[in-house]
């Protein structure tokens, strides 16, 4: 009986040692550490236990920090780990054992990895890369595809890439990457946004979604760009459909559908826009499909509403774009500008009925007669052209005696 005590007394010693190492334990790093690129900004880090490390280590752990681009650090238990991260300006990580006893922390010395930035020239690379995605209602008599999701990208050539730069697309989500097939280029020909009119991204996505660009030039070497974006942040709802607003006096009524979308109603927030050409303007937010308010009565409003999905059901993202505007009321003027509207048609009346009763009885020739002037004719020119190359008085008088009697008493009469 004593021999069997003490057989079991020391096995447990040995396991205790075992387990747990006394202070002198020194652990040994990881070998075989390497990076692997997957995918589009993705990569696995990978690493083995240290083979010399003569004791158990079912009980380490391993403690991974990101040093570029972006500064992470995290623990796990296996001896591999995804990362998702931007790679255009290079990636490097460390990794070393870790090991917790009776309060102790215990650790290895670092092992380093490092995946070198793409080559290319300084400047060249796209600036103020942005994206969208949008829901369009699908084809599809399955509950899980009767949604499609767009992607529309816009970004801007780099300062100092050549003219005959072109640059290229592509995105991936999850295990699925595409490019683009359909850009719209810039006044000197080069892609400058993308259109995906159906991507792979569910239409309720989470997971994030990364873009890179890449290019190509014959003067200069093109460096890609990375951007990695969260698909609840870039999507951009559908505007609400089927407005419709009344009035019943001074009350408008307003209500509207939820917008085209994978999520049930209750998952959006609205906005509410009323304004008129008098400088009305209001903005109200609701939860709801149906809004009240108060008008003048006299004026014509117009009514717009947009969406978001809440954080009710998931982190808020873009609101939608305004619904079309429909109008409500009638524009009404004020009794002060009907009167100045009937008074100066009344006035232009009577003006008109003045003018066209002096048009019939010759009332103006009769209020203002003409002037009498002197009468002139060829006749009268010849008298004066002779009377002017006449040298003598008899040649006056022969000249004078030309004219005809008749004429010689008009112009008389005509002088006095």
């Known amino acids: 009986m004593v021999p069997a005590l003490l057989i079991l007394l020391g096995a447990m010693e040995t396991l205790q040692t075992d387990l747990f190492p006394d202070k002198t334990f020194l652990l040994l790093p990881p070998v075989n550490f390497t990076i692997k690129?997957?995918?589009?900004?993705?990569?696995?880090?990978?690493?083995?236990?240290?083979?010399?490390?003569?004791?158990?280590?079912?009980?380490?752990?391993y403690h991974v920090k990101i040093n570029a681009p972006q500064q992470e650090d995290y623990e796990t238990r296996n001896s591999e780990s995804k990362c998702e991260t931007t790679l255009h300006q290079g990636f490097s990580a460390s990794v070393r054992t870790i090991l917790w006893r009776d309060?102790?922390?215990?650790?290895?010395?670092?092992?380093?990895?490092?995946h070198k930035a793409p080559p290319g020239s300084p400047g060249t690379s796209i600036v103020n890369l942005t994206c969208t995605t949008n829901t369009a209602a699908g084809n599809f008599t399955d509950l899980l595809k009767s949604y499609q999701v767009s992607l529309h990208c816009t970004?801007?050539?780099?300062?100092?890439?050549?003219?005959?730069?072109?640059?290229?697309l592509y995105?991936?989500?999850?295990?699925?990457?595409?490019?683009?097939?359909?850009?719209?280029?810039?006044?000197?020909?080069?892609?400058?946004?993308?259109?995906?009119?159906?991507?792979?991204?569910?239409?309720?996505?989470?997971?994030?979604?990364?873009?890179?660009?890449?290019?190509?030039?014959?003067?200069?070497?093109?460096?890609?760009?990375?951007?990695?974006?969260d698909t609840q942040?870039?999507?951009?709802?559908?505007?609400?459909?089927?407005?419709?607003?009344?009035?019943?006096?001074?009350?408008?009524?307003?209500?509207?559908?939820?917008?085209?979308?994978?999520?049930p109603i209750h998952c959006f927030d609205y906005e509410v826009k009323i304004y008129n050409t008098k400088g009305y303007y209001q903005v109200e937010k609701t939860t709801t499909n149906a809004f009240v308010s108060t008008t003048d009565g006299v004026?014509?409003?117009?009514?717009?509403?947009?969406a978001a999905v809440s954080t009710a059901c998931r982190a808020m993202g873009l609101w939608s774009k305004w619904s079309q505007p429909i109008y409500v009321g009638n524009e009404q003027k004020p009794i002060t500008e009907w009167f100045l509207i009937m008074l100066t048609a009344?006035?232009?009346?009577?003006?008109?009925?003045?003018?066209?009763?002096?048009?019939?009885?010759?009332?103006?020739?009769?209020?203002?007669?003409?002037?009498?002037?002197?009468?002139?004719?060829?006749?009268?020119?010849?008298?004066?052209?002779?009377?002017?190359?006449?040298?003598?008085?008899?040649?006056?008088?022969?000249?004078?005696?030309?004219?005809?009697?008749?004429?010689?008493?008009?112009?008389?009469?005509?002088?006095?």
Not at 38 to 61: H, I, M, Y
Not at 299 to 306: A, G, M
Not at 393 to 412: A, D, K, M, W
Request: charged share 20%; proline share 7%; with cysteine.
């Open 346 to 416: 009344t006035i232009c009346f009577v003006l008109l009925i003045f003018l066209f009763l002096c048009r019939i009885y010759h009332l103006w020739t009769k209020l203002f007669p003409p002037v009498p002037a002197p009468r002139s004719n060829i006749k009268d020119l010849i008298v004066t052209n002779n009377c002017e190359k006449a040298g003598s008085s008899e040649t006056e008088i022969e000249g004078i005696s030309y004219v005809e009697e008749p004429v010689f008493e008009i112009l008389e009469n005509s002088v006095f």
């Open 155 to 168: 970004w801007l050539a780099g300062k100092d890439a050549p003219e005959d730069t072109q640059y290229f």
């Open 37 to 61: 690129v997957t995918g589009l900004a993705q990569v696995l880090l990978c690493w083995e236990p240290n083979p010399d490390q003569g004791q158990r280590t079912d009980t380490v752990k």
């Open 171 to 229: 995105y991936r989500y999850g295990p699925w990457t595409e490019e683009c097939q359909k850009y719209s280029k810039d006044t000197l020909n080069r892609n400058t946004a993308c259109w995906f009119p159906r991507t792979f991204i569910h239409s309720k996505a989470r997971d994030r979604l990364a873009v890179h660009v890449n290019g190509s030039s014959k003067h200069a070497a093109i460096k890609p760009f990375d951007q990695l974006f």
């Open 103 to 114: 309060h102790s922390f215990l650790a290895s010395s670092w092992v380093s990895a490092e």
């Open 233 to 263: 942040a870039i999507d951009q709802p559908n505007p609400p459909m089927n407005v419709t607003a009344e009035t019943e006096g001074s009350r408008l009524s307003i209500q509207w559908e939820k917008p085209v979308s994978a999520f």
């Open 299 to 306: 004026s014509k409003y117009s009514i717009q509403v947009r």
